[in-house]
């Protein structure tokens, strides 16, 4: 139970950063004109320029596909794990293996 607790937690970060993918694709393509940062107490919305937005585009793009790779390989380990356990319990799993879109399958 606890495998597919954690394993739908890590699917659902996986749809809201590649959400998050596709909103800044459209920010990119609408032009980025300030950004606004938060704190626990404090906001700051800095004006910038069209070359720094791309820049600032590239970096977090780049930090969405990092975490979207991490998750990967977690939800990989997850059901790995739960896989195992199950094994080791004398039980043949049951549900089978639910590979990610776009992740080869092991055959």
Known sequence: ??????LRKVRRARKVARTQQHELL?????????????????TLTVP???GAGVQVI???GQGLREHRQVLK???RQLRQDWQESETLRG????RPDQS?????TAS
């Open 1 to 6: 139970m606890w495998y597919s607790k954690q």
């Open 26 to 42: 459209t920010l990119e393509l609408e032009g980025i004109v300030a950004i606004t940062l938060h704190s626990t107490t404090r």
């Open 48 to 50: 910038i320029e069209r």
């Open 58 to 60: 590239d970096l977090l």
């Open 73 to 75: 390989t977690e939800a």
């Open 91 to 94: 039980r043949i799993p049951s």
């Open 100 to 104: 990610i879109p776009g992740e080869p």
